[in-house]
């Protein structure tokens, strides 16, 4: 396999990459979905919800196997099928019967903006959410940098960041910068670090959806994206940390600013 980064003269900031065909498609669900605590089906709700929304399951996807899916998230089979029920009941997946069937996601992203006026995090709330975020995500970008990765890996982040700035649309655009932050928080290897930068990035999905779309701001998160993924592939913690906490507090900034 044959990875190369260089950047696109035509489009400043752009990482190009030359993988071969067959690079590996690394697994969000499988890193994503942890063993359920607590209330066994309202975790399991709140999980594939939450990954469903994060892009971690894109629209038209099927779910794993009900049996695989189980397993993972350590709970019964009946359980599970309560909450896929209520994911269903939700409008996040579809189901078919019978030989070949299976649940499929039907959530390509909420369109920003489309919350605007409904509750969110303000004031303490949201500068917690931030702060919180701030932390973990700097964090793992930090720890990734430090990681030897393979070819896949770093092809991996590369087109993550690629798929963001690529977006057709700006729901598009929000899943896919979900999971390119949780494609960093993956390479860091760290399961503590992924749950925190899941969590992280729940929050910030609910706040992202109660504010208009803003161009400049997209172009700048872009080239932040780039930013970030030029100094883990680099190996340079201490960039791959500032690089992360300069794209938070853009962040953090404009949802204070438009939201209070």
Known sequence: MVLS??????RPGVLDRTVSAA???MSLP????RPASGNAFEATVEQLATAIRLGVFTDGEQLPPERELADRLGVSRSTLREAIAALRDSG??????????GSVVTYA?????????APVRTGAALADAMDFRRVVEPGAAAVAATKA???????????SARAAREAPDNAAHRLADSRFHLAVATLSGSPMLIEAVTRAQAALSELLSAIPVLPTNIAHSNDQHDAVVRAILDGDDAR???????HCDATA????????
């Open 5 to 10: 980064q260089t950047i696109d003269a035509d």
């Open 109 to 117: 992203g909420a369109e920003p903006g489309s919350r605007a006026g």
């Open 92 to 101: 996040l997946v579809t189901t078919r019967r019978g030989r070949g069937g």
């Open 253 to 260: 900034a404009l949802l204070r600013g438009l939201i209070g």
């Open 149 to 159: 990765l393979a070819a896949d890996q770093r092809a991996w982040l590369v087109e």
């Open 23 to 25: 690079q590996p498609r």
């Open 240 to 246: 791959a940390r500032e690089a992360m906490e300069e």
């Open 30 to 33: 499988h890193v994503v979905l």
